[in-house]
């Protein structure tokens, strides 16, 4: 079901207005960032993995016939890695709108590869929301993401310019990269 988180994310201010603020990003924050930011680094988060059970019905698929895009789920030990980008408060009002399809802004600790941290934001969207489509076989999820589409493009193009992104920073996601794996097996139909 589609949702907006919007207003709800406008009452979750966890910062002074005039500072920079480091946001996460694990899913198309990584390889998208048409927002404006002063820096980004690679960085990582604890005790949380990626997963594509968030639906998309906005951008990666439609009300009918979803997508399916990432979000976290808990997971004790560990590691999910990402980008994060100091950026103004102002510019999380674009973003609110973005992932405004069930994403909440979340507080959380963001570690840097020079072993610094920061205290920074996540947009989480948790088994609660409306659109949180949950597990599935690996290969009903692939088969659902090869041939979704929605206003910001395929379902496919998602999956496979993270998978893509996250190789490039190196980082082991086993869920992702099995994933993409299987969405490119399958044609475009
Ligand atoms: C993120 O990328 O950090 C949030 C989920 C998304 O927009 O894909």
Same mark, same amino acid.
């Given at each position: 079901?589609? *949702? !907006? ?5 406008? =009452?979750? /201010? ?6 920079? *603020? ?22 990582? *988060? =604890?005790?949380?993995?990626? @997963? ?15 997508? @399916?895009?990432?979000?976290?789920? =808990?997971?004790?030990? $560990? $590691? ?32 840097? %590869?020079?072993?610094?941290?920061? =205290? ?19 290969? !009903? ?15 496919? !193009? ?9 190789? %490039?920073?190196?980082?082991? !996601?086993?869920? /992702?990269?099995?994933? %993409?794996?299987? /969405?490119?097996?399958?044609? *475009?139909?």
């Amino acid at each position: 079901m589609m *949702i !907006d988180t919007t207003h709800i994310n406008r =009452e979750r /201010v966890f910062f002074e207005e005039d500072q920079t *603020i480091w946001l996460f990003g694990y899913g198309s924050l990584i390889w998208k960032a048409e927002f404006p930011f002063h820096e980004r680094r690679p960085a990582y *988060i =604890e005790g949380w993995a990626r @997963r594509f059970w968030q639906g998309s019905h906005d951008h990666r698929g439609t009300p009918d016939a979803p997508g @399916r895009v990432a979000t976290l789920v =808990e997971s004790p030990g $560990t $590691t999910c890695q990402g980008m994060a980008y100091r950026i103004d408060v102002a510019t999380l009002g674009p973003l609110d709108v973005r992932e405004k399809n069930g994403y909440l802004r979340e507080q959380t600790v963001l570690h840097f %590869a020079d072993g610094s941290h920061a =205290e920074g934001l996540i947009y989480l969207a948790t088994s609660d929301n409306a659109a949180f489509l949950g597990d599935a076989p690996l290969d !009903d999820m692939a088969r659902q993401i090869a041939f979704a589409h929605g206003p910001s493009g395929p379902n496919r !193009d998602y999956l496979l310019h993270l998978a893509e992104a996250l190789d %490039a920073l190196g980082a082991e !996601d086993r869920h /992702v990269f099995s994933l %993409a794996q299987r /969405v490119a097996k399958l044609g *475009i139909e």
